[in-house]
Structure formats: structure tokens, C-alpha cells
């Protein structure tokens, strides 16, 4: 018997939640972009539905409200005006880890093993770049967080992350001068992460996105009263070591995210994502923690809330 072909495109809708949360992470500018069969186009893909149907597609299941993060130039021109437009998005603002690196012109091969791609953006020096994010979360009000920006030393050789700490540290000021929260980027990275947190004084609203550390990091975000935000991999069945952080958390610092259109919760693992699937993470969340579905939920709003303000 041939090998059982793997299934493309969407998922089909979860369960409904019993309380809203929100979607504390997400990149919408990415998933209206993806084919409905999948990554790459191959066939005749269906065109991906809208951006509004998106948002109601994720409120029908309970995910009312997202938090729309852009982190390259483009994402950031796109989030400042979605967020404006949709009352159902907040925004994040920054430029990626990654995307800082080409800014400021460093082409290395890093231990990914991928040539750098610069695409007419990076152009953009990257004092310049960081610029054109503080001024996007200086005049929109809907902007509330700066990120994703940290570190990720799996994309980044020897000089990138030097670029890389540097626009991590520009970041975390102009997070903790403009009174936002701060979302974190954080790959292999967690002690270096850390020790710029405390060497510069962390935001008072402090977030690891997609939170991928083991209990130890954990109980140093416990410790210091760091949000850490789960996607899609607590579910992933060889994750354990993430499931021991989570039940080390205190609940008011655990938050939720798709980190669409990437990360797709199990059983769904390389079909593409958007917030509709969180579901999927907040049941886990609630079986990791042995905790009932309704208290979770509530929780995770008035902790999104609490990093955030109301929407």
C-alpha cells in the first residue's frame, strides 16, 4: 500500500470555546496571503478567504479579538491601518530579529545553513527602520506592544546577533518609554534573552511570544512577573518539556496565540494557521493544567487584558 497522502489546506473549524479569549499573537498579513491548499500553491489552490473572514471564521469559535503583529516594514504599514480599521485588532510593532540583521547589511551564513535573502526593504538602514516603528506606535493608539523583536540565534551567526542585541536593547526602550507591553522573539536564545531583560530593565508588560523554554525559564518569568504566551507546539505530542513549564506558571501570567499562519496546533501540525485554531492550544492549556474549560478561558482574557487594556 502506497504511503497515506498527508492532508492540505484549512482545518476545518473547532469546537466553539465556552468563554472568548483572545489570540495574543498573530500575523494576519501572512494569513490572508496563504493558498487554501496549502504553502506552496501546488494544484490549483483556492484563493484564501479575506481578511474579514477571517475575523469572523475566529469569532464564530470564540477568538473575538487578536493582537495583529507586524515585524518587517511592510507588516508594520499593514498593521497600523488594519488595527485602525478592525475594532476586533490591536497591533504590535517592531522589526524582527531576523529582519534587523539584513537591515543592517550583515549577510552571513547563520546555523539554519540559509543563504540571506535581502529583499528592496532593507534597503532601510536599520536606525531608520526602528524609527519608522516608533513613529507608527507613537500616533496609533491601537498600537499596544512592541514586537515581536529579541533574539534568535538559530537565524543569526556571530555578527548578527551583535545587530541583533542591539535593536533587541532599541526596542525594549522605546517599549518602556511609550508605556507599552513587549512582545519577545526568543530561539535558542533564553539566557541571552534574559540577561539583556535585566541588564536594561524589563518592560513593565513583558511577553515571551510563543513561549518554547523549559521549566527553568519559566520560573524565572514566574519570578519576575514575565507573561509567557503558548501556541500551537504545547500540543505537539514530543513537547513535554513545554508542558512542565506551563504547570509551573501561575494562570495569570500564561496567554495564548496562534502565530499564524505558522505553529498549527496538533493534530494539524504543517497545514496553514489562523486564529479560528486556537481552540485547539486553550483545551490543552486547560488538560495540561487540569484546570475546568470555563476558568481558563476566563483567565486568559483578563490576563490579555491586564497586558494590554480593553478592546
Same mark, same amino acid.
Given at each position: 500500500? !502506497?504511503?497515506?497522502?498527508?492532508?492540505? &489546506?484549512?482545518?476545518?473549524?473547532?469546537?466553539?470555546?465556552?468563554?472568548?479569549?483572545?489570540?495574543?499573537?498573530?500575523?494576519?498579513?501572512?494569513?490572508?496571503?496563504?493558498?487554501?491548499?496549502?504553502?506552496? &500553491?501546488?494544484?490549483?489552490?483556492?484563493?484564501?478567504?479575506?481578511?474579514?473572514?477571517?475575523?469572523?471564521?475566529?469569532?464564530? =469559535? !470564540?477568538?473575538?479579538?487578536?493582537?495583529? =503583529?507586524?515585524?518587517?516594514?511592510?507588516? =508594520?504599514?499593514?498593521?497600523? =491601518?488594519?488595527?485602525?480599521?478592525?475594532?476586533?485588532?490591536?497591533?504590535?510593532?517592531?522589526?524582527?530579529?531576523?529582519?534587523?540583521?539584513?537591515?543592517?547589511?550583515?549577510? @552571513?551564513?547563520?546555523?539554519?545553513?540559509?543563504?540571506? %535573502?535581502?529583499?528592496?526593504?532593507?534597503?532601510?538602514?536599520? %536606525? %531608520?527602520?526602528?524609527?519608522?516603528?516608533?513613529? $507608527?506606535?507613537?500616533?496609533?493608539?491601537?498600537?499596544?506592544?512592541?514586537?515581536?523583536?529579541?533574539? /534568535?540565534?538559530?537565524?543569526?551567526?556571530?555578527?548578527?546577533?551583535?545587530?541583533?542585541?542591539?535593536?533587541?536593547?532599541?526596542?525594549?526602550?522605546?517599549?518602556? @518609554?511609550?508605556?507599552?507591553?513587549?512582545?519577545?522573539?526568543?530561539? /535558542?536564545?533564553?539566557?541571552?534573552?534574559?540577561?539583556?531583560?535585566?541588564?536594561?530593565?524589563?518592560?513593565?508588560?513583558?511577553?515571551?511570544? +510563543?513561549?518554547?523554554?523549559?521549566?527553568?525559564?519559566?520560573?524565572?518569568?514566574? @519570578?519576575?512577573?514575565?507573561?509567557?504566551?503558548?501556541? !500551537?507546539? $504545547?500540543?505537539?505530542?514530543?513537547?513535554?518539556?513545554?508542558?512542565?513549564?506551563?504547570?509551573?506558571?501561575?494562570?495569570?501570567?500564561?496567554? $495564548?496565540?496562534? %502565530?499564524?499562519?505558522?505553529?498549527? $496546533?496538533?493534530?494539524?501540525?504543517?497545514?496553514?494557521?489562523?486564529?479560528?485554531?486556537?481552540?485547539?492550544?486553550?483545551?490543552?492549556?486547560?488538560?495540561?493544567?487540569?484546570?475546568?474549560?470555563?476558568?481558563? +478561558?476566563?483567565?486568559?482574557?483578563?490576563?490579555?487584558?491586564?497586558?494590554?487594556?480593553?478592546?
Amino acid at each position: 500500500m !502506497g504511503r497515506k497522502q498527508r492532508e492540505r &489546506g484549512w482545518p476545518a473549524p473547532p469546537e466553539p470555546l465556552p468563554l472568548p479569549v483572545v489570540d495574543d499573537h498573530t500575523h494576519l498579513d501572512a494569513v490572508v496571503d496563504v493558498a487554501a491548499d496549502g504553502w506552496d &500553491g501546488a494544484g490549483a489552490p483556492e484563493a484564501s478567504p479575506d481578511l474579514v473572514a477571517h475575523l469572523e471564521r475566529a469569532a464564530a =469559535v !470564540g477568538v473575538p479579538r487578536m493582537v495583529q =503583529v507586524g515585524c518587517d516594514l511592510e507588516a =508594520v504599514a499593514w498593521t497600523d =491601518v488594519a488595527v485602525r480599521l478592525h475594532p476586533q485588532l490591536l497591533g504590535a510593532v517592531a522589526i524582527h530579529p531576523n529582519e534587523a540583521v539584513l537591515h543592517a547589511g550583515v549577510h @552571513e551564513v547563520a546555523p539554519d545553513g540559509l543563504d540571506p %535573502d535581502p529583499q528592496p526593504r532593507h534597503e532601510v538602514g536599520l %536606525d %531608520d527602520a526602528i524609527g519608522r516603528v516608533a513613529e $507608527v506606535a507613537r500616533a496609533n493608539p491601537r498600537v499596544r506592544a512592541v514586537g515581536e523583536t529579541g533574539l /534568535d540565534f538559530f537565524r543569526a551567526g556571530e555578527r548578527g546577533r551583535a545587530v541583533q542585541r542591539e535593536a533587541f536593547r532599541a526596542h525594549v526602550a522605546l517599549a518602556k @518609554e511609550l508605556g507599552l507591553a513587549l512582545q519577545i522573539h526568543d530561539r /535558542d536564545a533564553h539566557a541571552e534573552v534574559v540577561e539583556v531583560l535585566l541588564a536594561d530593565g524589563a518592560p513593565e508588560r513583558t511577553v515571551f511570544h +510563543c513561549f518554547s523554554g523549559g521549566v527553568d525559564l519559566a520560573r524565572t518569568a514566574a @519570578e519576575h512577573g514575565w507573561f509567557c504566551s503558548f501556541a !500551537g507546539p $504545547v500540543s505537539f505530542p514530543a513537547n513535554e518539556e513545554l508542558r512542565a513549564a506551563l504547570r509551573v506558571l501561575p494562570p495569570e501570567l500564561v496567554l $495564548v496565540e496562534t %502565530d499564524a499562519p505558522y505553529l498549527t $496546533v496538533h493534530p494539524y501540525r504543517g497545514r496553514p494557521n489562523a486564529p479560528y485554531l486556537l481552540p485547539g492550544t486553550v483545551r490543552t492549556v486547560a488538560e495540561v493544567t487540569a484546570r475546568p474549560l470555563e476558568r481558563v +478561558c476566563a483567565d486568559l482574557s483578563a490576563t490579555a487584558e491586564a497586558v494590554y487594556g480593553t478592546w
